[in-house]
């Protein structure tokens, strides 16, 4: 990895993470998996004791004021083991917290940070909607001043976390101007009057991760709790760059691990007389799935690094992004092919990889949208992708 050798620290923190998740969380991943079962509070709470629901945030805010790279490297070696129990991990160093962190106001960080560090609120991050998905400036959820308060009116869809988390930053429209002018966020308490949860998704993977819709009706908070007002979309997505950084750590766990159980596999498994290993095709097999993990790793690290103190670069964050999604499909693919039959049973864990990589692929934007915010990185330009009679 020439020039993004990790530290002493750093190696030390990884080792601990990976004996975590091999000694608490791989044996229950399985069960988990097929019962769709949520991260037990108790895990929570051990993963805040172990510092790793704070690895980013600021010490003055009960952190650990670590760097993304660290959080990055913990989060992977937990997600090869146990996605579920990762994506706590991911949500409360990657996630919507660092918008309080780079944009919220002095006296919401002392609020919401130290609380998300100790596992004592959870707070998930709401975009989609119905019809605005990869457009996400289609959003129709509205919010209005009145007062002190800001009042809140419309859905939210594909919440991961949702229902189970106890905060959620939610964007939403704050002015009539189209588009992203007129976008914002502000923080919404589920246990807030008017705030209601359709029923957890049955989804092919992501299972323990609950995803349900999200219902506002006159929900009323604080306007204290207004993170970023009308207007404050790039600043929003600047920062949803670090969860992209994560989204694709996701991924690279997924290929890692479809790595290592396939390499493990062939140098037992025997046909022909002799272990799979000694034949060719299963050499070139191995090899294309090593490369592919470690040019995700590199893509992953120099953006992470890159980023220093402050938000990562759109370019280096698709790149990233986007090959580390299908690598995790096509890697989990070829351990699956490795296997045999028995990679498409549940025992060996292959099919459970691959239904998670589609997964990732999707959340956080397509493959399809980093390509075109990659090419309006390169030619410093965005691209119109709505015809001409229906532009906002």
Known sequence: MLGFELSPEQQQLRDLARDVALDVY???????????????????????????????????????????LDALIVQEEIAKENRQAAFHVFESNVGPCRVLEFFGTEEQRQRYLPQVASGDIEMAIGISEPDAGS????????????????????????????????????????????????????????????????????????????????????????????VVEAGGFRKLFGVFSIERLGNATMSLAIGQASLDRT??????????????????????????????????????????VNAGDGLPDSYETSIAKCFANE????????????????????????????????????AGGTPAIQRVRIASEMFGRSFNQRPEAIQR
């Open 26 to 68: 791989a044996p229950r991943a399985a069960d988990w998996d097929l019962n769709r079962t949520p991260l037990p509070h108790e895990e929570l709470k051990r993963l805040a004791d172990l510092g790793f629901l704070g690895i980013t945030i600021p010490e003055q805010y009960g952190g650990h004021g670590g760097t993304l």
């Open 327 to 362: 690598m995790a499909k096509q890697v989990s693919d070829l351990g699956m092919q490795m296997h045999g039959g028995n990679g498409y049973t549940e025992e060996y864990g292959l099919e459970r990889l691959h239904r998670d990589s589609h997964g990732w692929a999707i």
């Open 135 to 226: 457009a996400a400036t289609d959003m129709k959820t509205k919010a209005r001043i009145e007062g002190d308060e800001v009042v809140i009116n419309g859905s939210k869809r594909w919440i991961s976390n949702g229902g189970a988390s106890s905060h959620y930053l939610v964007y939403c429209r704050l002015s009539d101007a189209p588009g992203a002018k007129g976008i914002g966020a502000v923080i919404v308490s589920a246990d807030a009057e008017g705030v209601s949860f359709g029923a957890s998704e049955k989804l092919m993977g992501f299972r323990g991760i609950p995803s349900a819709d999200i219902y506002f009706d006159d929900v009323r908070v604080p306007i204290s709790d207004l």
């Open 263 to 304: 390499k493990a596999y062939v140098a037992e498994r025997q046909q022909f007389g002799r272990p799979l290993i000694e034949f060719q095709s299963v050499q070139m097999t191995l090899a294309t799935m090593a490369m592919q993990v470690e040019a995700s790793r590199l893509l992953i690290y120099r953006a992470a």
